[in-house]
């Protein structure tokens, strides 16, 4: 079937589902497979269920004569495909974000801030991979004014790749760090492949980049573009300084020189958040949100899925910062609780997983800076902390953690929570 004819049918249809056990009355299924499942085998139970087309690639799964069976050569591609057309034919406006740390978080925040004037569509989550992108832009509709796009990478291309697919109009990547490292080959290749944005909208003439001015890294991958800059600079569009993090970041903004001071109290922890509001700020006011109403929209926003999250227990104030780690977001996260004025200070880290051949060296750069800063008490979970040179309290796993819990509990600590997603040391937040 041509895309032009798949477009129709997907266009007679109320939205696109790809999991049967979620088939809304007048969906599109499409059949996609993974390590340990194939979807074409749930097509005749999702059409049962409500849908009313099913994408298939397996001809024994397409009942012949039943026009509601859709045969294709490969059922992610077609849907890619399919999402990069539909994007096309409606021309809305694209916002593409990547980075390192922190894109899951800035595109709320600047998601929050658009919502206040515009009609918007979002990455919900963190979807921001090949399955991900496809499966945001397949929710386009003509109503909406601005789309603002997440996009994920552990490889190198797929930054690239994903810009085929979504086109960005405008594209901000947040920073660059040590991530993926097994993935990416080096630092070198983070950039490199952050950096695929930029190439992606460097030959549009009427693409524009929002870049945090105070990062080296970003502005050396910068030539060539139509720059919109925030940072501490005092002459930039958007620039400002911090004002308190005890615990939650307060700042002051204004745009360019001479500019209204405006002063933001934030439900968000960590200084190193700082940066994303102020690009938050940056696409709202280009977008042309009212300064009001984009201070509104950073004061409410609550940060959740262990991001940056405050929770008070009965027995303690935790830090919840538990959904990934890597060397950069891990080292801002300790020097932001280094600098936090609050008593009895507890660490409770897990292991950086993907950094390959760097991997024991930055762990044990970790610990060295944990060493130097005198933290009051220090529990470090997994095999890799647990290798390095050092004399504090090791657990292998978040069992044994839980497990110490029940007869060692902390007590009037302030504790931050932070490692790879793998490590699941949320789990041990109801505990603490």
């Not at 209204?260 to 200084?271: D, K, M």
């Not at 008593?343 to 970790?366: C, V, Y």
């Amino acid at each position: 079937m041509k895309l032009t004819a798949l477009y129709q049918i997907f266009q007679e249809c109320q939205s696109v589902t790809t999991d049967s056990r979620n088939c809304p009355d007048g969906s599109l299924f499409i059949a996609l497979k993974g390590e340990s499942f194939n979807g074409n085998v749930f097509a005749k139970l999702a059409l049962d269920s409500g849908c009313a087309y099913a994408i298939v690639d397996e001809a024994e799964y397409a009942v012949e004569g039943d026009r509601r069976y859709i045969l294709v050569d490969d059922c992610l591609q077609t849907m890619q495909q399919l999402a990069n057309y539909h994007r096309r034919q409606l021309g809305t406006r694209v916002i593409g974000i990547t980075g390192t740390n922190g894109k899951t978080t800035t595109k709320e925040l600047i998601s929050s801030v658009l919502c206040k004037a515009h009609n918007v569509l979002y990455t919900s989550g963190n979807l921001n991979n090949h399955i991900g992108v496809p499966t945001t832009l397949l929710r386009l509709k003509p109503e909406h004014d601005l789309a603002v796009i997440e996009m994920g990478a552990n490889h190198q291309g797929e930054i690239k790749f994903l810009c085929g697919i979504a086109e960005p109009d405008y594209g901000i990547i947040t920073n660059v760090g040590k991530a993926h490292l097994e993935g990416f080959g080096s630092f070198e290749g983070v950039i490199k492949t952050k950096g695929e944005l930029y190439d992606f909208l460097r030959p549009k003439s009427d693409s524009t980049v929002f870049i945090h001015h105070d990062n080296s890294y970003l502005m050396n991958i910068a030539g060539g573009l139509n720059l919109i800059s925030y940072g501490t600079q005092d002459d930039l569009y958007v620039n400002g300084h911090i004002t308190d993090n005890s615990p939650y970041l307060t700042f002051e903004w204004k745009a360019g020189k001479d500019g209204e001071i405006h002063q933001v109290r934030t439900q968000l922890i960590g200084e190193y958040n700082f940066p994303n509001a102020l690009a938050a700020i940056t696409i709202g006011r280009f977008f042309g949100v009212e300064a009001k109403l984009i201070d509104e929209a950073l004061a409410e926003y609550t940060p959740q899925n262990n991001r940056s999250q405050l929770k008070k227990t009965e027995d303690n104030t935790l830090i919840i910062d538990a959904y990934n780690a890597n060397p950069t977001s891990m080292m801002a996260a300790l020097q932001n609780f280094r600098n936090m004025t609050v008593p009895h200070k507890m660490l409770l880290l897990g292991d950086m997983r993907e950094l390959g051949a760097e991997s024991a060296a930055e762990h044990q750069k970790i610990v060295d800076y944990i060493k130097e800063n005198g933290f009051e008490k220090v529990w470090l979970v997994g095999e890799q902390f647990a290798a390095a040179q050092h004399s504090f309290k090791t657990y292998a796993n978040v069992q044994e953690v839980i497990k110490e819990l029940e007869t060692n509990k902390p007590k009037g600590y302030t504790i931050l929570i932070k490692g790879s997603n793998g490590i699941k040391l949320s789990s041990t937040v109801e505990h603490l």
